[in-house]
């Protein structure tokens, strides 16, 4: 549906060219839920403005729908800004229009649809988006997650094929935040619109998307499914963003991991294997124990997990490691044991040192 080949955006800064994207490929499919996450300033905003071409590249190219739209203009533009909607974060409606006024606006814009027409449309999409009561007031009358529900209404109203949502949660309460994203993820299932959300935040990524670009320092990092960058996090910028995420309900982490002498390991249970008890019929069968050095449980969407970075020792760990893997359990193993990192080191750093 999009795709982004060898992209560089640089400005021009005071004291030269400032360099905001540099090499970037990226492709979303028609129908997913694409994560774009990276810290302040990594170029999450130039990327994203970049697909209906709010700003040029300075190099490489921008495909929407297969086709190569870089250098569109004149009606080609205007068909393509129409085909892409756009959420942003301060929501940036009409104070002076109504909220039935900021949803028809871009349908005005057209010049292409009667009054009526108008009005219809309308009507349904406030339906959609759960403000048919409050199509007559202003946005000073709205809560923030309501105002955000205008400008999902307003993205809508040209039936675009892709929707953009730039920071779209940033300025909500968690909540508020959470039946946002819960609207963005059926109106991508019911009307099968292609959404790109850029955020700084991986608990939006990790409850809505399906797959996810890390952006750092305007350069791709990491990307692939949500699960995996998830629970495998492997570059620095990748990891921090992933603790950030789980302040106090993520990992658990005891002290005594050097002490504890058996081969360390990383177990990753998800989908059908996070709840069931395969842990302990392992050890029975393998004479086996773990010592538990941190652990998280959670959901990835619907996709239930639990990963725990365990010590084994006992009989047969040889064994025990080949039971797991059997039972559907991703087993990483620290490659030797002097490589373990000093007690204090973030375990997710520690992650970084298993095969
Ligand atoms: N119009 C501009 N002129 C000059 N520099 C710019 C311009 N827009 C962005 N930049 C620079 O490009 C880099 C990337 O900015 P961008 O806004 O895309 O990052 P971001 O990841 O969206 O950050 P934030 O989350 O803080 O909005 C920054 O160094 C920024 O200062």
């Known amino acids: 549906m999009i795709r982004l080949e060898g992209i560089t955006k640089s400005f021009d800064g005071k004291d030269g060219p400032v360099s905001a994207l540099d090499g970037i490929d990226l492709s979303v499919a ?6 774009i996450i990276g810290s ?7 990327l994203v403005r970049l697909i ?3 700003e040029r590249p300075t190099g490489g190219d921008v495909f929407v729908g297969g086709e190569r739209v870089t250098d569109a203009k004149g009606e080609r533009l205007r068909n393509l800004r129409r085909s892409i909607g756009m959420v942003f974060q301060h929501f940036n409606l009409l104070s002076a229009r109504t909220v039935a006024g900021n949803v028809a606006y871009p349908l005005e814009l057209t010049g292409q649809y009667g009054k009526y027409e108008i009005a ?9 988006v759960g403000l048919t009561e409050y199509a007559d007031k202003y946005p000073r009358q709205l809560s923030g997650g309501q105002k955000q529900r ?9 039936e675009p094929q892709v929707v953009l949502c730039d920071e779209a949660t940033s300025a909500l309460d968690p909540q508020t935040t959470g039946s946002v994203l819960d609207l963005l993820r059926e109106i991508n299932r019911d009307l099968g619109v292609t959404i790109v959300l850029i955020t700084h935040e991986m608990d939006v990524i990790r409850r809505t998307c399906d797959r996810v670009a890390v952006l750092d320092r305007g350069t ?9 960058v998830f629970l495998h996090p492997r570059h620095p910028a990748t990891l921090k963003l992933v603790r950030e995420a789980e302040p106090d309900g993520g990992w658990l982490e005891t002290a005594a991991a050097a002490d504890l002498g058996g081969r360390t390991a990383r177990l990753t249970f998800t989908g059908p294997t ?3 008890p395969i842990l302990g019929r392992i ?6 124990d773990y010592g538990i050095l941190a652990g998280r449980v959670g959901h990835i969407r619907e996709t239930p997990y639990a990963q725990f970075i365990v010590s084994l020792s006992g009989r047969d760990v040889a064994g025990a490691i080949a039971g797991l893997r059997a039972s559907g359990v991703d087993v990483e193993l620290q490659r030797d044991a002097d490589e373990f990192p000093p007690v204090g080191m973030q375990l997710s750093e520690r992650a970084l040192h298993v095969v």
């Open 30 to 35: 028609k129908g997913e839920i694409f994560g």
């Open 40 to 46: 302040s300033g990594a170029g999450k905003s130039t």
């Open 52 to 54: 209906n071409l709010l």
């Open 120 to 128: 219809e449309r309308v009507s349904q999409l406030l339906a959609r």
């Open 150 to 158: 205008v400008g999902i209404a307003r993205a809508l109203a040209c």
């Open 220 to 228: 791709v990092v990491e990307q692939g499914t949500v699960v995996d």
């Open 274 to 276: 996070a709840h069931k």
């Open 283 to 288: 050890a029975r069968e393998n004479l086996v």
